[in-house]
């Protein structure tokens, strides 16, 4: 069973970093797809940023040259390094899991999700 579990979120002025982290655990060889999203109170869930082993990410517009993700195969994490928050940046966020390599080479996708972890910006 594989399971993701965010951390680092919280509160922070308007121009700070945060750097949210998602652990994945399971039978996990390496992380092939994987993607950030969030959802501000009263808006659907949006896509923040996505990428592909070996490729290269993509992002929202409203995040380009501020948010950077990134993954660590030899931990089972995914990142999202955040700067220069705005006020508009507040919002739940979760980190999903598309697509993984098993212990015997296999790819499986999936839709796996974490429980979300909020940050919070003030201007």
């Known amino acids: 069973q594989v399971q993701l579990v965010e951390s680092g979120g919280g509160l922070v002025q308007a121009g700070g970093s945060l750097r949210l982290s998602c652990a994945a655990s399971?039978?996990?060889?390496?992380?092939?797809?994987m993607g950030w999203y969030r959802q501000a109170p009263g808006k659907q869930r949006e896509l923040v940023a996505r990428?592909?082993?070996?490729?290269?990410?993509n992002y929202a517009d409203s995040v380009k040259g501020r948010f950077t993700i990134s993954g660590d195969n030899a931990k089972k994490m995914m990142y999202l390094q955040m700067n220069s928050l705005k006020f508009e940046d507040t919002a739940v966020y979760y980190c999903?899991?598309?697509?993984?390599?098993?212990?015997?080479?296999?790819?499986?996708?999936?839709?796996?999700w974490g429980q979300g972890t909020l940050v919070t910006v003030s201007s």
């Open positions: 999903k899991l598309e697509e993984y390599k098993d212990y015997v080479g296999r790819r499986v996708t999936l839709d796996r």
């Open positions: 399971g039978i996990i060889l390496s992380i092939e797809r």
């Open positions: 990428m592909t082993s070996g490729g290269s990410p």
